[in-house]
């Protein structure tokens, strides 16, 4: 198999960890090779190539001019290259990111006003979260629902990109509808787009499958295959464009092919977001207050769908070039949010990473988040100087770069793994997919999210429940009640009711009732007062109410609530904590362990014999209380640490409490 060329890994310097932390190009940048130089140098290029077009099309999409697309692309490389941690991630404009501009800004007919103000506040927004370490929320994205999403975008993509795959253009929203278009337009098809795109999707499968070819990566031929496998996409668009521009010359007027046309020149123009209001295409003039309640709820939906985009990525591909190799949410929301807040100053969209771009990014070889660099750098050099060079880059063939792209993130194999392993999961994995198909991704992704926290909550707050009679060394009786999963305010009811029925069970209504704490974390406010509450109501029927074991934050908790301290316990005062409770040794019981000073146990004289090892014999005004002056047939038990097996062997044994 035809590898890559050994390169080293990234190598964490010496230096404080939460700079290395906060700067991921820290890590990767001391062990950066001219071998990985030329990785990253190829998979920006290639991406510059597809993002250029992308960035045009999404700029449409959002419903504001196409320059304003191709100011995104150009500012998110440049930072995300300092602060982020994906290499697969090419910050800029992204289908998802366009769908939601244009459904907040939709009433003002997507003022670029509005749209950079949107941009600002997604980026502000994206900063306090990570300030405040709120990473963690993006773990309960699942394995199910990222493998869903990141299929369900595949085929989306997929199905979009037949319109330019056969030259056709039309407005269409959803899979459905591009399909019912397409089918509507089949005789509008254009021959030499369709011809052309075909041709490209083959000749990059062709060079798709060089990676399988088996070469050894150290000699000329091994590296001709490596270069040519991760390079296909950037040698696929430049020979299209090539041949594009060459018969346009020879067809004068006619254009053979669909090609992506005029951009405008110019680098991005700088300037401060509207604070002091706008005024949009048909003159309406919005203060700032006003424009604020215009965006609405998009000044939070917009940062999140963007954050859960980037971290979907992450956790779609295995690429993260941080100091533990661990996925940082939090660095990413940091990242992220500085792209937006920046390019807010430069007329930009809001902005994210793209699954088809993270796709042609990993096909092409990309090895750190500097091939985003490249990126930037090319599209700036385009909006500078090369604008015309790129005129006649074919749409097809783009688009048959990212159905190649995107084709390898359906997975299908999980499918039935999940059959086997877990039905509940694969639901999710179901419902998760048609959402994303029939509603949107943001909206799929949100409802996986929410069907793992409800599955993640459901045994917090119904937990399950045993209760079990015991009884102690000392041959105290006590119902042990265990909670499943501890005892939190969701659940809290639930396990003060299944205490009050076990205490209410037959024969038990005089036993003291025992929760087992072992799996109480922590104590919340409204679960302490609960079992203050439940310690009330058992006292009031004559039975008393034990905490076993509680953690030392639990009891600091339950004593503010108000409940006393002689109502929990470790584990081995339990024996105290019972005495005097209702005892089960009789004749023919079991012979229990004895606590020190507490009982004694009369039997025959065979138990003599382990005196020595048991015990010590009873004191005369013990032997007289007990009316019994045979010595040798008393035993008093300091058994403590002894065991049940140890005790006499005798199937006559009696109990009675030292006088």
Known sequence: MCSRPAADGPRAPRGPRWLLRRL????????????????????GLTLGLTMMPQSIAYAQLAGVDPQYGLYSAAVGGFVYTLLGSIKQVVIGPASIMSIVTLQFTRGVKSSIAFVNLLTFFSGLVQLAMAVLRLGFLVDFISTPVVSAFTSATAIIIMVAQLRPLLGLRFDAHGCVETLVGVAQRIREVRLADTGLGVASMAFLLSFKLLSLVPADPKRPAGRALWFLSISKNALCITIATVMAGQLHASKEDTKLFAVVEHMPPGLPPFSLPPF?????ADSRTFTFPEMLGELGVGLLVTPVVGMLINVAIGKAYEGVVTVDGKLDASQEMLALGSCNLLGSFMQAMPVSGALTRSAVAEASGVRTPLAGLYCSLLIVAALAWLTPHFYFIPRTTL???????????????????????????????????????????EVGLVLGMAMDATRLLQPWARPSMTDTLRTTEAGAEYVLVRPSLGVLYPGVDVVRQHAVDAAAGPGRRELAIVVDCSTIVSVDYTAAVALVSLAGELGERGQRLLLLGPTAEARAALRGAGLPAEAMCAEHELHDALRGERGTCGRGAPPPLLQAQSLICLCSRRCGRRRRTLGVQPTAAQDRRLGD??????????????????????????????L
């Open 276 to 280: 002091g209001g706008a005024t949009t």
């Open 24 to 43: 991921p190009l820290l890590v990767w940048l001391p062990a950066y090779t001219s071998g990985v130089a030329v990785a990253d140098l190829v998979a």
């Open 399 to 441: 688009a048959a770069v990212l159905i190649v792209a995107v084709g390898s993130l359906i997975d299908i194999r999980i499918v039935p793994r999940l059959w086997r392993t877990s039905k509940r999961d694969l639901a999710v994995l179901v419902a998760t997919f048609l959402t994303c198909l029939w509603l949107g991704v």
């Open 629 to 658: 002056g045979d010595n040798d047939s008393v035993w008093e038990g300091d058994l403590t640490t002894a065991s049940a097996s140890a005790a006499p062997e005798s199937s006559h044994i009696l109990m009675k409490p030292l």
